[in-house]
């Protein structure tokens, strides 16, 4: 049975064949999120994909060191840099420290990647801690001839760096191109070409995360950071990074162009992007305005929303779609994950159920050959499920005596779908999940008393019951199927 991996490399622009630099060793590197506001559905998205990564070269028998950083330097957010610091602008919103932004925002973040179920990272490394790094790295750039000093900002040399190597070879952009958008942007003036990009920024007056460097106090620039933490904990080549398709430029082209002038070299073997979630088509982003936070999905506490969908039907329905596709949000599509989902694990939960027979013509391990297949094809998930079903397909024939299966086969048709389901997709069967449903599952009996007391006439204890729950701060709103609660801070 073939597990040979081929991954679309947005470099080469074709499937090609995974082949680690230093197997059984993989390094693999993910942009992680910027901790100035709660990531949303569309950030999720990524970081799920980039988890089943993770989980299936794990699950190949790799060693693999996952590691994804956290933002937690003002990042600077525009096309080019704009000046614009997310983090510190949010501070002051907030009256806070931007390191209690940070906290906060990583809180969050953590709080939902466990709720999805996705692994922790094997490194989760912060660009404020890793100040000393980038600060060696532009020296180094620097030595190269690759950058530039003006008034305490160091550019990256675009023009200089485009004599010795190719620029632009994985976005396919032409710099040229991008002329016309870029002229009115934050230090234009100070640069030779308007497409240098900033390594490191002289800190204004009023600019609050700022470090001593050689070259006065200032910060580094946005792609720099996943340059150095990238080269300390995975080396100077490695074999994948990852981001959304949104990174690919100028951050990653950034990076790449920032490696090889400091190293002499490209850095990554493989380079993955994913596609974007979207609403009614429009990618999904907080300056939009259509995103949605995790906690409000769960709870269906969205005007765009019906109902609330558990976080293992939400991590469903990203499966069944190709990470390079675009997923479009809607409550058709998430109630059918739903229904999948249900029909899936029930099926799953069902296998000791079913009585083996001695004979059987079905071939099992062909099936088990396919979802290899799937998965070999670019993490082909959608195709990966549609083959699990098959494996539902047996599983409810055998239980209604249509389908013979050996107790062999059932034991085996087990394992594929412990490892594939929960193993590779990190989905779980409902009851693991269900602390996350405990609340609903406790305000569904608060709301059966209510009616309750209600029919009894006994208003006042109904009452009672309902101001117990405002002090606080949780809304009792009873409706025809029970009531419906929501969590009000005052
Ligand atoms: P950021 O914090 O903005 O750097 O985003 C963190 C990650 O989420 C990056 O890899 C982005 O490419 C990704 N991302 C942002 N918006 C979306 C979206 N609508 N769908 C999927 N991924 C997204
Ligand atoms: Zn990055």
New binding site residues.
């Given amino acids: 049975m073939s597990k040979d991996l081929y991954i679309y490399n947005s470099l080469s622009r074709n499937k090609d064949l995974f082949q680690p630099l230093n197997a059984p060793f993989v390094g693999l590197y993910v942009?992680?999120?910027?901790v100035y506001a709660n990531?949303?559905l569309?950030?999720c998205?990524?970081?799920m994909f980039f988890d089943v990564v993770y989980r299936y070269l794990t699950h190949l028998g790799y060693k693999v060191r996952y590691v994804r950083n956290i933002?937690d330097v003002g990042?600077i957010?525009s096309t080019f840099d704009d000046g614009v610091d997310r983090i510190g602008q949010q501070a002051r919103l907030e009256q806070l420290e931007p390191m209690e932004i940070v906290q906060k925002y990583t809180n969050y973040f953590h709080e939902v990647m466990r709720v999805f179920n996705n692994h922790s990272p094997s490194i989760e490394p912060t660009a404020t801690g890793h100040m000393i790094e980038q600060i060696e790295m532009i020296k180094k750039i620097l030595d190269q001839g690759f950058a530039y000093e003006v008034n305490g900002s160091i550019y990256f040399d675009v023009q200089a760096y485009r004599a010795k190597y190719p620029y632009g070879e994985l976005s396919g952009r032409n710099v040229e191109e991008l002329y016309e958008n870029t002229r009115t942007l934050d230090g234009q003036d100070e640069k030779k070409f308007f497409a240098d990009f900033a390594l490191w920024k002289a800190a204004s007056p009023e600019h609050i995360m700022r470090w001593p460097s050689p070259w006065g106090e200032g910060f580094p620039g946005w792609h720099l950071e996943c340059s150095a933490m990238s080269t300390k904990y995975l080396g100077e080549q490695f074999d994948i990074h990852g981001?959304?398709?949104?990174?690919k430029f100028p951050h990653h082209e950034s990076e790449i162009a920032q490696n090889t002038a400091c190293c002499g070299k490209g850095p990554v073997k493989y380079w993955m992007h994913?596609?974007?979630?979207?609403v009614n088509g429009q990618?999904?982003?907080k300056s939009l305005g259509n995103s949605f936070l995790p906690h409000e999905l769960f709870a269906g506490d969205h005007p765009l929303l019906e109902k609330g969908y558990t976080p293992q039907v939400v991590r469903f329905f990203m499966m069944q779609a190709h990470y390079r596709s675009t997923l479009d949000f809607s409550n058709d599509a998430l109630n059918a994950a739903e229904k999948a989902y249900e029909r899936m694990m029930s099926a799953y939960e069902s296998i000791e159920q079913c009585k083996p027979s001695t004979e059987s013509d079905a071939d099992i391990s062909a099936l088990e050959a396919r979802c290899y297949a799937a998965m070999g094809d670019d993490f082909n998930t959608p195709i990966l499920i549609a083959e699990l079903f098959e494996a539902v397909r047996l599983i409810n024939g055998c239980k209604n005596g249509q389908q013979a299966l050996t107790a062999e086969q059932l034991t085996h048709l087990k394992t594929i779908m412990d490892h594939f389901l929960m193993d590779v997709m990190g989905l779980q069967a409902p009851e693991a999940s269900a602390d996350h449903e405990l609340p609903n599952v406790m305000m569904d009996a608060v709301f059966a008393v209510r009616k309750g007391l209600k029919e009894r006439k006994d208003y006042a204890t109904a009452d009672l019951l309902r101001d117990a729950f405002a002090e606080r701060n949780i809304v009792l709103k009873d409706t025809k199927e029970g009531g419906e609660w929501t969590y009000e801070k005052k």
Wanted: hydrophobic share 25%.
């Fill in positions: 942009c992680g999120p910027t990531v949303h569309g950030n998205r990524t970081f933002t990042h957010t981001g959304g398709m949104d990174l994913s596609n974007m979630l979207t990618k999904m982003s």
